[in-house]
T-cell receptor, first 112, second 112 residues
Framework: DAGVTQSPTHLIKTRGQQVTLRCSPI?????VSWYQQVLGQGPQFIFQ???????GRGNFPDRFSARQFPNYSSELNVNALLLGDSALYLC???????????FGPGTRLTVL | QKEVEQNSGPLSVPEGAIASLNCTYS??????FFWYRQYSGKSPELIMS????GDKEDGRFTAQLNKASQYVSLLIRDSQPSDSATYLC????????????FGGGTRLMVKP
């Protein structure tokens, strides 16, 4: 069975640009969560979606937005990129949003 | 602010020894606890989940939970060089959203 997939693997952007990251959950899972992991720190929660509805939002500015599609895949959008947005962006899949969460390989974003 | 604390390490143990990784959390309402392993440059991989006080064993791994002391630990028996990684403790309060709150991780080094 395919695990969580994310695209792209790596991304380089410049300050002020916008970026869209994509995630497909494990087949049969209906919930996707997004996390940001800065080098040397643990992941920080950004959003959770379940059945296409936002179920949770972390302490991130409005420049960060997300959505979930009918096939349960998800996109994370970040506008007006700052240098501090450089991080590994992780997508986690769970069956119902309350159970165990399984991470994808991540997208490494570098903002120059 | 809800916090999860881990000693950043590195924790160095010889091959074949028991590695003991510790985590404390501040939210008394936390109900679900997880250990993830993260190799350098990779995404977190779920090792163990524990929900009730006591011990839970899975192969060479044992998770221990003490809610009264707000303490969760991971023991790795017969440590192998391939266990060298950063171990992340994650905590969830099911009544406060489904987000995982992570500690900063403990870097484990197993020396041959």
């Amino acid at each position: 069975d395919a695990g969580v997939t994310q695209s792209p693997t790596h991304l380089i952007k410049t300050r002020g640009q916008q970026v869209t990251l994509r995630c497909s959950p494990i087949s049969g899972h209906k919930s996707v969560s997004w996390y940001q992991q800065v080098l040397g720190q643990g992941p920080q929660f950004i959003f959770q979606y379940y059945e296409k509805e936002e179920r949770g939002r972390g302490n991130f500015p409005d420049r960060f937005s997300a959505r979930q599609f009918p096939n349960y895949s998800s996109e994370l959008n970040v506008n007006a990129l700052l240098l501090g947005d450089s991080a590994l962006y992780l997508c986690a899949s769970s069956s119902d949003g309350v159970g165990e969460q399984f991470f994808g390989p991540g997208t490494r974003l570098t903002v120059l | 602010q809800k916090e999860v604390e881990q000693n950043s390490g590195p924790l160095s143990v010889p091959e074949g020894a028991i590695a003991s990784l510790n985590c404390t959390y501040s939210d008394r309402g936390s109900q679900s606890f997880f250990w993830y392993r993260q190799y350098s440059g990779k995404s977190p991989e779920l090792i163990m989940s524990i929900y009730s006080n006591g011990d839970k064993e899975d192969g060479r791994f044992t998770a221990q939970l003490n809610k009264a002391s707000q303490y969760v630990s991971l023991l790795i028996r017969d440590s192998q060089p391939s266990d060298s990684a950063t171990y992340l403790c994650a905590v969830r309060n099911n009544n406060a959203g489904n987000m995982l709150t992570f500690g900063g991780g403990t870097r484990l080094m197993v020396k041959p």
